[in-house]
Structures are given as structure tokens and as C-alpha cells.
């Protein structure tokens, strides 16, 4: 939705929107972060600041069939890479395979004429973010007490600080949009509030790569999507890469559920 809207910083704006109601709406009933919570809070959203503003660059200079999987593909590496340097999390043989099938997927988009170089590059720096704010998101809401509090107050913070932006940059077109595109940015809102909750609840009992590595086979979805929808090409180089990222997403899921 954010890659096929005209206006890419409101739709992301509409999607946050949902996100600061939500927030708003939980915290009567949930309990006040600790002074270490807030820290991850912190490091969270500066991280996802950033995510936002990799996300609508590598969406405006590339396809959603080429962007998506390579941000997303890379990010459980990147993460599992994270997690074993800082916190020990360590990846059993078939995991380690796991990780290359990824590798090797991205290494075939990106060789020959796979993509644009730029794209690929701002796709790539789009998976660091992703791997680093699901890192910090991972071990924030571990130090909370409460799931739904570290995301109600991590929504208020990324919400309060997109709004704000669109407010800066959008001023004059807000209205409009949200007459056309506004119902459509809330269901878009509606699925990010979800999909992130998901992500947390499992974040917080189990370890991080391979929780990343099952969200991130969404993807495939979204190479599909940016073909048949969007009509963007998806020749058989992009087939075979989304296909290698794809398996080695699944194949590090399955690892930790044996």
C-alpha cells in the first residue's frame, strides 16, 4: 500500500495514525514502562525512524517485487548476526543452511542484471534497519512487564514523531488524501498494529532470528503482489531469488519448532 500510493509519506502517516490510537486507546490498562524499558523504547523508535525513512526511499526508486524480498530476506541474517555477537543466541547446522539459502538469494538479485544497484542498495540498508529495530523491539518488550505496554508506547512515539513530520512536510495535502486514500491507509494501519503485536508476543519467549525469519516469509506475498498487482516485471532471475530467500526464511522457522 505504502509503495502503490502517490503520496508515500501520508500513507505511511495514515498507517502511524492507527498505530497512536491504538497506543492511546491500551494505556488505561497497562502498566508504566521501567526506567530500563524506556530505554529500549528510545533506541526502538530512533531505529524505526530510520526504517521509515529507508522504506519509502527504496520504494521510490525500486520495484516492490525487488525491494521487498531484499529488505526483508536480508533482515533475519542480519538479525541472527546480531543476536549471537551481543546476546549468545546461537544457530544450530540447519539453521546456519537456513541462513545461506537467504544469502544465496539475495546474492542472485543482486548479481548481473537483477536489479538496480541503488535499489538494492537502499533495500539492503532498509534490512539493516529492520533487523536492528526488531532487535531492540525483541529485547524491549523482554524487559517489560507487559507486551502491550511496550508497543502501546512504542506506537505513541513512532506515531507522534511521523505525524508530526507529515505535518511539516504535507500540510496542504493531508485533506485530500485522507477523503481518497484515508480508509485504505487505516486497514494498512490496522495490519501493521497486528502483524507487530504477533511479532512481540514472540519476541518475547522465544529467540529472535528465527521469529524474523517466519514474519519475513511474508515476501513471497509481496513479490507476488508487485507483480500481479502493480505489474512490475518478475523474470525468472527475481523467481529463482525470492524463491532461495523464501526457503531459507521457512527452513529457519522450522528450526525452532523441532
Known amino acids: 500500500m505504502v509503495k502503490s500510493a502517490a503520496d508515500r509519506v501520508l500513507m505511511m502517516g495514515a498507517i502511524r495514525l492507527v498505530g ?32 521509515y525513512g529507508l522504506l519509502i526511499e527504496s520504494y521510490r526508486i525500486g520495484d516492490l ?90 506506537e505513541i512515539l ?21 477523503r481518497t486514500k484515508g480508509p485504505i491507509g487505516l486497514f494498512a494501519g490496522a495490519l501493521s498494529v497486528g502483524g507487530y503485536l504477533a511479532f512481540l508476543a514472540a519476541a518475547k519467549v522465544l529467540p529472535l532470528a528465527p521469529i524474523a525469519a517466519l514474519r519475513e516469509c511474508s515476501l513471497i506475498f509481496g513479490t507476488v503482489i508487485g507483480a500481479v498487482l502493480l505489474k512490475e516485471p518478475f523474470g525468472a532471475r527475481r523467481i529463482a531469488a525470492a524463491g532461495l530467500v523464501t526457503s531459507g526464511a521457512i527452513a529457519l522457522a522450522a528450526c525452532a519448532l523441532h
Do not use: C, N
Open 65 to 154: 517485487s525487488q525491494v521487498y524480498p531484499l529488505a526483508r530476506g536480508s533482515a533475519p541474517v542480519l538479525l541472527a548476526l546480531i543476536a549471537f555477537v551481543t546476546i549468545d543466541e546461537r544457530l544450530a547446522p540447519a539453521q546456519i543452511t537456513a541462513v545461506a539459502l537467504i544469502t544465496g538469494g539475495i546474492f542472485v538479485l543482486v548479481i548481473g542484471k537483477g536489479g538496480d544497484r541503488m535499489a538494492v542498495g537502499f533495500a539492503l540498508a532498509t534490512g539493516i534497519s529492520i533487523a536492528t529495530y526488531s532487535f531492540l523491539g525483541g529485547l524491549g518488550v523482554r524487559s517489560s512487564v507487559s507486551i502491550l505496554a511496550f508497543q502501546a508506547w512504542l
Open 20 to 51: 497512536l490510537f491504538f497506543g492511546l486507546a491500551m494505556l488505561p490498562f497497562v502498566p508504566w514502562p521501567s526506567h530500563t524499558t524506556w530505554i529500549w523504547l528510545a533506541l526502538a523508535t530512533a531505529a524505526t525512524f530510520v526504517y
Open 158 to 178: 513512532t506515531g507522534i514523531g511521523m505525524l508530526t513530520f507529515v505535518a511539516f512536510r504535507r500540510p496542504g495535502r493531508i485533506w485530500a488524501f485522507a
